[in-house]
Nanobody, 112 residues
Framework: EVQLVESGGGLVQPGGSLRLSCAAS????????MKWVRQAPGKDLEWVSS????????LYANSVKGRFTISRDNTKSTLYLQMNSLKSEDTAVYYC?????RGQGTQVTVSS
């Protein structure tokens, strides 16, 4: 059974940082491209960032480029998202996903 378990969300002030983690199991993590997506209240699901299976080619939405960094540790089957200079518009539930499955998500709230 595929499992994707996100953690690391929380409440942070504007300008702050958070690091999200996604522990993967039930599939060969090291051969899958992975991504982070998010959904803000009342809005559609939005792609945030992707990374190839080797971890060498990160891609970012324009809205987070220069502020977020995606990475992975294939030895730990874990995906990460380092989020810096957070803005109120980054408030959303963040999900990690492969091409077939998505986790339950972790809430990120940016507010003073």
């Amino acid at each position: 059974e595929v499992q994707l378990v996100e953690s690391g969300g929380g409440l942070v002030q504007p300008g702050g940082s958070l690091r999200l983690s996604c522990a993967a199991s039930g599939f060969p993590f090291s051969v899958y491209d992975m991504k982070w997506v998010r959904q803000a209240p009342g809005k559609d699901l939005e792609w945030v960032s992707s990374i190839n299976s080797a971890g060498t080619v990160p891609l970012y939405a324009n809205s987070v480029k220069g502020r977020f960094t995606i990475s992975r540790d294939n030895t730990k089957s874990t995906l990460y998202l380092q989020m810096n200079s957070l803005k109120s518009e980054d408030t959303a539930v963040y999900y990690c996903a492969n091409r077939n499955s998505r986790g339950q998500g972790t809430q990120v709230t940016v507010s003073s």
